[in-house]
């Protein structure tokens, strides 16, 4: 089971980037995926997740409206879209993979991680 996080990079307040979370070893569909990021000094946080079979979404609410999570069955990659970016964004985010159930349940509920990838957001 492997994750492969892309998609970071440095973009101005406002901007957009898309983060792609490629999974090899499993099919993302049988699986909630999760991403979450890590800014310098904060602990870790969960940002959005989607459950097995894309039926449902969740998103923190720092980034309601900004954020979407979505799921390509085809190239066995989950997205996030985020959108109007803003300095706070800046972190290392993570993809993760856990149980059908995992989304809401923390990061404990993911046991697949796979390496971050740096969002930095300029003012």
């Known amino acids: 089971v492997q994750l492969q996080a892309s998609g970071g990079g440095l973009v101005e307040a406002g901007g957009s980037l898309r983060l792609s979370c490629a999974a090899s070893?499993?099919?993302?569909?049988?699986?909630?995926i999760g991403w979450f990021r890590q800014a310098p000094g904060k602990e870790r946080e969960g940002v959005s997740c989607?459950?097995?079979?894309?039926?449902?979404?969740y998103y923190t609410d720092s980034v309601k409206g900004r954020f979407t999570i979505s799921r390509d069955k085809a190239k066995n990659t989950v997205y996030l879209q985020m959108n109007s970016l803003k300095p706070e964004d800046t972190a290392v985010y993570y993809c993760?993979?856990?149980?059908?159930?995992?989304?809401?349940?923390?990061?404990?509920?993911?046991?697949?991680w796979g390496q971050g990838t740096l969002v930095t957001v300029s003012s």
């Open positions: 993760a993979a856990g149980h059908p159930a995992a989304c809401g349940g923390g990061d404990r509920a993911f046991g697949s």
């Open positions: 070893g499993f099919t993302v569909d049988s699986y909630a």
């Open positions: 989607i459950s097995s079979g894309g039926g449902r979404t």
